[in-house]
């Protein structure tokens, strides 16, 4: 079952009931099936005027599923629309899973386009614009995610790590949990990062909200501008320079010698020491760089695995399998290996 599957009325029933008013669905297709999620565009008639909104079908055998907690996610959006980072208007959240199947989440439709950063339409568009506003907007709105804290927003409850390494020593721990629940056999290269990790932790200098996917790819495009950023699932409380080394990932520019396809990585840096009114370490920079690395390589064993074990059909996942020499590649290019 999925969004495209339930019957008209039962919709019509449950969404009318969150509303508080009677409405009648008009038109409904698919915005996109991520690596994660089903995301569909239901068009209402909500008293003679039509009202868009999105549907996210949360899959439990989707890719790094045991990190993500959809009501969490919910509650994060709504403590963001109190903040200057745009985010699609928060709707409900429904745990019953007898509409869809899943449990789902709907929010405001936020005109704008997501582009696919590595296909060559969206590399072409994003090296075009990342000199203009949208490079712009796509530092400054990065640097207004990590601003935020507990006590700026109501985002206590996703955890607040204390001071000093805490936060990162956490996440190598969660990146070695991760890894045993997906290799099937050893994994030397990826197995010496993590050691790698462990042996050159950083100290956070500063603790803010983390996006956990901060890329081109999750993020609404219109009107030369940023209009919002999307797919939170992976939000936390912890160092900024998560999210900045995550941008920085070899696995974010394939080839291009432009970070998120976007602006050489030195600009994306200056622009948003700019904005976030703090220098960047270089060197904490590659410890994140390293990690997400690492971490890329560990979810595209996680790939191979649903598909093996029958989890997902998804072709994709079964291509990104195929593609480990690669990444395990890119993992040793970060470690220097010679």
């Given at each position: 079952?999925?969004?495209?599957?339930?019957?008209?009325?039962?919709?019509?029933?449950?969404?009318?009931r969150?509303?508080?008013?009677?409405?009648?669905?008009?038109?409904r297709?698919?915005?996109?099936?991520?690596?994660?999620?089903?995301?569909?565009?239901?068009v209402?008639?909500?008293?003679?005027?039509?009202?868009?909104?999105?549907?996210?079908l949360?899959?439990?055998?989707?890719?790094?599923?045991?990190?993500?907690?959809?009501?969490?996610?919910?509650r994060?959006?709504?403590?963001?629309?109190?903040?200057?980072?745009p985010?699609?208007?928060?709707?409900?959240?429904?745990?019953?899973?007898?509409?869809?199947?899943?449990?789902?989440?709907?929010?405001?439709?936020?005109?704008?386009?997501?582009?696919?950063p590595?296909?060559?339409?969206?590399?072409?568009?994003?090296?075009?614009?990342?000199?203009?506003?949208?490079?712009?907007?796509?530092?400054?709105?990065?640097?207004?995610?990590?601003?935020?804290?507990q006590?700026?927003?109501?985002?206590?409850?996703?955890?607040?790590?204390?001071?000093?390494?805490?936060?990162?020593?956490a996440?190598i721990a969660?990146?070695?949990?991760?890894?045993?629940?997906?290799?099937?056999?050893?994994?030397?290269?990826?197995?010496?990062?993590?050691?790698w990790?462990?042996?050159?932790?950083?100290?956070?200098e500063?603790?803010?909200?983390?996006?956990?996917?901060?890329?081109?790819g999750?993020?609404?495009?219109?009107?030369?501008?940023?209009?919002?950023v999307i797919?939170?699932?992976?939000?936390?409380?912890?160092?900024?320079?998560?999210?900045?080394?995550?941008?920085?990932?070899?696995?974010?520019?394939?080839?291009?010698?432009?970070?998120?396809?976007?602006?050489?990585?030195?600009?994306?840096?200056?622009?948003?020491?700019?904005?976030?009114?703090?220098?960047?370490?270089?060197?904490?920079?590659?410890?994140?760089?390293?990690?997400?690395?690492?971490?890329?390589?560990?979810?595209w064993?996680?790939?191979?695995?649903?598909?093996?074990?029958?989890?997902?059909?998804?072709?994709?996942?079964?291509?990104?399998?195929y593609?480990?020499?690669?990444?395990?590649?890119?993992?040793?290019?970060c470690?220097?290996?010679?």
């Open positions: 079952m999925g969004i495209l599957d339930a019957p008209p009325q039962a919709i019509e029933e449950r969404f009318g969150q509303l508080g008013r009677p409405v009648r669905l008009v038109e297709k698919l915005a996109g099936e991520g690596l994660s999620d089903e995301t569909g565009v239901l209402l008639d909500d008293d003679g005027e039509l009202r868009k909104v999105v549907v996210r949360f899959r439990p055998g989707a890719m790094a599923r045991h990190e993500v907690d959809p009501r969490r996610l919910h994060l959006l709504v403590a963001l629309t109190a903040t200057p980072v985010v699609p208007q928060p709707l409900w959240f429904d745990a019953d899973r007898s509409l869809f199947g899943e449990s789902y989440s709907v929010v405001a439709w936020v005109p704008g386009i997501a582009v696919v590595w296909s060559p339409e969206g590399r072409k568009y994003l090296a075009e614009v990342g000199r203009g506003p949208i490079g712009e907007d796509f530092c400054r709105i990065l640097a207004e995610i990590h601003a935020i804290d006590h700026t927003a109501d985002v206590g409850f996703l955890g607040v790590p204390p001071a000093g390494t805490a936060f990162a020593e996440e969660r990146l070695e949990d991760y890894l045993r629940r997906v290799a099937d056999e050893p994994e030397p290269i990826i197995v010496d990062g993590l050691g990790l462990r042996a050159n932790v950083p100290a956070s500063r603790i803010g909200l983390v996006h956990g996917d901060y890329r081109t999750n993020v609404l495009f219109g009107d030369d501008r940023v209009n919002a797919d939170w699932e992976f939000a936390r409380l912890g160092d900024p320079l998560y999210d900045v080394g995550w941008v920085c990932c070899p696995s974010n520019r394939v080839d291009s010698d432009l970070v998120c396809m976007i602006l050489p990585q030195e600009e994306f840096l200056a622009r948003y020491e700019r904005h976030a009114g703090c220098r960047v370490d270089r060197d904490a920079l590659h410890f994140w760089i390293t990690f997400h690395q690492v971490r890329h390589a560990v979810m064993l996680d790939a191979g695995k649903k598909v093996r074990d029958g989890q997902i059909d998804d072709l994709r996942l079964a291509r990104m399998h593609t480990m020499p690669t990444m395990r590649a890119m993992v040793a290019d470690l220097a290996y010679t």
